[in-house]
């Protein structure tokens, strides 16, 4: 018995769609349930601003690791939070148009018009007699999931950084 070209592809195709839909569920079930963040600067013990963590949410834990190594970096009971708060940052894309500009004149005209916004949550924690906090960078599609999970978790209601006046 001898197959043909196009039987010898309806067979890969075949194998290969098998492949992916074994594939597809045992990488979504292998996800870590938890949010990739930037720390952005505080009182995290051996991390330096811009370090990926990860970020978990237990049900009476708060639990970060490095993202590179996945070694531990704190876990914080969520009875010891004091504060959750968030805060925007928002910029023009400046330097990018300038350098798309040199190439081509118009759409670096039109991409010096948009805004990019990035979103941070700040902790501040003190469990018996340690004190700490910083503060992360969220992906602005995780942010809200961020939020939510540490005020269920917390009982404590987010702080809008950007609505705080400052008065002299």
């Known amino acids: 018995m001898r197959l043909t070209n196009l039987q010898i592809k309806g067979s890969m195709k075949r194998i290969l769609a098998l492949f992916l839909c074994l594939l597809v569920p045992t990488v979504v079930f ?58 925007q940052d928002v910029h023009r894309r400046v330097g990018a148009a300038i350098g798309l500009a040199a190439v081509t004149f118009g759409i670096g005209g039109l991409l010096a018009l948009t805004k990019s916004k990035r979103h941070f949550v700040g902790l501040t924690w003190q469990d018996g007699d340690k004190k700490g906090g910083f503060a992360m960078q969220c992906d602005e599609n995780d942010y809200r999931g961020v939020l939510a999970g540490l005020e269920g978790i917390t009982g404590k209601k987010a702080v809008d950084s950007d609505a705080m006046t400052v008065k002299n």
Do not use: C, M, Q, W
């Open 30 to 87: 292998a996800s870590n349930n938890g949010y990739r963040v930037i720390y952005d600067g505080g009182s995290l013990p051996n991390a330096k601003t811009g370090d990926p963590l990860n970020l978990k949410l237990g049900d009476k834990d708060i639990h970060f690791s490095y993202a590179r190594g996945g070694k531990e970096a704190i876990d914080i009971p969520a009875s010891a939070i004091t504060e959750i708060s968030y805060g």
